[in-house]
């Protein structure tokens, strides 16, 4: 007897020691039970609000929480619970869980002590190592900053972290208060760092974070671009040439939407300095500098000129010379740009043509919640077109995708669009 006892107690110590092995050692739907445990052991419990249908939960199941990197800190750090929210309904209510995945750090007594929806292995590990003290917290690193401004490696350090601390502020207040500080501590940086000390994978980082603001003369872009060479030595070139087209593209496309033909001017680098940067992109259709000018031309010849036939013509020549190879976001972005443009001066001509986009945008794979936007969007063309009952359709239409939303406002919203259709007849 006293074997068997023995064989049974070493088969359960090898069932623990394998589940604590593989991954984060949760207790299911057993709240009250960890919180206990959580007293004793003077330990933070982590909260894993999942469903067995939530797509993103079942990747953190499998990709995160496996990780033995992860789970040696969360086993070692906090008691950890799964809490299924379809069989705990009235535990997902009392903390209001309103997207999965949602986790939750709480103190022995069940105070939430920080949230985080969605998130990657890094958010996840930042904020369990802030929370059990093992790393200073943003204010912690704030204050040391504001005793002693001349350390570059605290500022450093700082604008690196930002980004995964401001993610999960609670408030907009908050946000916002953060944003300023960050915005000025980045120039502050960017004036006293020697730019003989800032050619690194870490500065290179800082720079893609903090240089998103579109505008022609960006020093800190312009830094990166002149030290191209140097900086793939330290980050994958492909890193470098799809952060720099993508600037360089929104920037001409934001000049084009200004009225701004200096645009032209910024496209004329494509083949000088920025040449060896595009020369790497490669596109699924038409030559990216072809591309590029096209679609500035048009997004120019509608917000600039505030010509809607000729935006239309140079859209469709595009989409012709691109032919099968238009995806889904060519035509969307070609579509709704000259919708949200001229709202509700829509010609008739132009309505017909998007009809034609729209009709061919919904083929394509999509969520519900984008095709109800986009069906609405032809009964707006309906409406320009004085074909009411058609209109009509497509907003009720439209409203019957938005029941699924289960999204209030939304469906009034539609609901609105519909009762305005039916009035006018």
């Known amino acids: 007897m006293k074997s068997i006892k ?7 110590c090898a069932f623990h020691f394998i589940s604590w092995g593989q991954g984060i050692a949760f207790q299911e739907n057993n709240l009250e039970a960890a919180l206990e445990k959580a007293k004793s052991e003077n330990k933070l419990v982590f909260v894993d609000f999942m469903a067995d249908w939530c797509e993103p939960c079942m990747q953190l199941a499998n990709n995160v929480f496996t990780k033995p990197e992860v789970a040696d800190y969360f086993n070692a750090h906090f008691i950890c619970v799964r809490v299924d929210v379809d069989k705990e309904q009235s535990l997902a209510q009392q903390y209001r869980i309103q997207a999965l995945p949602t986790m939750v750090f709480l103190n022995g007594q069940g105070k939430e002590q920080k949230r985080l929806i969605g998130g990657t292995e890094i958010h996840m590990m930042y904020w369990a190592k802030v929370l059990t003290g093992s790393e200073p917290s943003m204010e912690n690193l704030w204050e040391r900053h504001r005793k002693n401004k001349e350390d570059l490696n605290l500022v450093q350090r700082i604008l690196q972290e930002m980004p995964i601390y401001s993610s999960a502020l609670g408030s907009r207040a908050d946000a916002e208060k953060w944003q300023l500080r960050v915005e000025k501590l ?12 800032m050619v690194n994978a870490e500065d290179l980082g800082i720079i893609m974070l903090y240089s998103q603001g579109w505008k022609e003369e960006n020093e800190s872009v ?5 030290h191209f060479d140097e900086f793939v030595n330290f980050v994958p070139a492909h890193v470098l040439v799809s952060y720099l087209a993508s600037y360089t593209d929104a920037l001409v496309k934001s000049l084009a939407r200004a009225g701004n033909l200096e645009y032209k001017q910024v496209l004329a680098r ?16 038409l030559p990216v500098a072809e591309l590029m000018t096209a679609k500035a031309d048009a997004l120019y010849a509608l917000y600039g000129e505030k010509d809607q036939a000729k935006y239309v013509q140079l859209q469709r020549g595009l989409l012709e010379r691109m032919g099968d190879l238009a995806g889904k976001e060519d035509y969307q972005n070609i579509a709704m740009d000259l919708l949200l443009k001229v709202n509700d001066k829509l010609t008739k001509e132009s309505a017909q043509q998007v009809l034609i986009w729209l009709d061919k945008l919904i083929s ?62």
């Open 6 to 12: 023995f064989i049974g107690v070493a088969i359960l």
């Open 270 to 285: 494509l083949q000088g300095d920025l040449k060896p940067v595009f020369d790497a992109v490669q596109t699924r259709s």
């Open 364 to 425: 394509f794979p999509m969520e519900v919640s984008e095709k109800t936007i986009y069906i609405s969007a032809m009964g707006d063309c309906y409406v320009a077109l004085a074909d009411k009952a058609k209109a009509k359709e497509c907003y009720n239409q439209a409203y019957l995708l938005s029941l699924q939303s289960q999204d209030p406002q939304l469906q009034m919203y539609y609901q609105q669009k519909l009762s305005g259709v039916s009035e006018e007849e």
């Open 222 to 226: 312009e830094f990166v671009i002149k």
């Open 186 to 197: 980045f120039n502050e940086y960017w004036k006293k760092k020697p730019r003989t000390e």
